[in-house]
């Protein structure tokens, strides 16, 4: 009787010892909970919404009716100017993908003939032009598509609201921090009308200076004369005699 007296005594500073740990555990897990977990999130849109140079394609496509196999002069225009920026731009092969079990199949396999020869007659090497066939879906018009691979600026994707925009006691309310989506659109619109993806990440190299017009002016100083530029008609469509 005595050591059971016992061996309930040396239990209750031991589960004293586990409620206080408990205890402890669950202030430290409330604290967690309450504090700010966004601080994390950038505020800057260019930060927030990153314009990235990546591997993309770029394409045309070519609707061709049933009756009629050939390009028009607006397409023709259209697969010379592809074919110019594929010998700028492309970082591989060009493939023309042609409808097959359709009703415009003849068309499109006569349109895709001349589309090869414009585009050899541009420079692009025959073994860089490959022809695959699809067949799309039952009843439509398949289109001829033209595309090939380059290197292209993306941002987004863009329309992402994680956050209530309504007044609450988020941080992002209290605090004046810009909502998620902003800056997402001037992103992605600035990244599409970028030129060359590679301006963005480095400048390019330095073209010679225009020695013609810096030597005319060095022999305009050397006489003595001034070496700014005279309009002689620039007063010509002046409607008051003022100030003269």
């Keep these: 009787m005595l050591c059971t007296s016992l061996t309930q005594t040396g ?12 205890l402890a555990a669950a202030v430290a897990g ?5 504090r700010d977990t966004t601080a994390f999130v950038p505020t800057d849109y260019r930060q927030r919404h990153p314009i990235t140079v990546k591997e993309g394609k770029r394409s045309i496509e070519l609707f061709v009716g049933s009756g009629r196999g050939g390009l028009t002069p607006t397409q023709r225009a259209e697969v010379l100017a592809f074919a110019q920026n594929w010998k700028r731009d492309a970082t591989g092969g060009l493939v023309i993908r042609r409808p097959i079990k359709t009703s415009n199949e003849r068309a499109a396999f006569d349109t895709m003939r001349q589309v090869v020869s414009i585009l050899v007659a541009a420079g692009i090497p025959q073994r860089g032009i490959t022809v695959v066939p699809y067949e799309p879906n039952p009843g439509k018009l398949g289109t001829l598509t033209i595309g090939y691979p380059e290197m292209m600026a993306q ?13 609450s006691y988020d941080p992002q309310t209290f605090e004046n921090r810009p909502y998620w989506n902003l800056g997402c659109a001037t992103q992605r619109n600035f990244a599409a009308m970028v030129e060359d993806p590679h301006d963005l990440v480095q400048p390019r190299a330095e073209t010679a200076a225009y020695a013609s017009k810096r030597n005319f002016g060095y022999e305009k100083w050397r006489k003595g004369e001034s070496p700014a530029t005279m309009y002689p008609d620039a007063q010509k469509g002046a409607i008051s005699e003022l100030g003269k």
């Design 155 to 167: 941002a987004g994707p863009c329309g992402l609201w994680p956050e209530d925009l309504g007044a």
């Design 11 to 22: 239990r209750r500073p031991v589960m004293r010892a586990l409620a206080i740990v408990s």
């Design 30 to 34: 409330c604290n967690t909970v309450a």
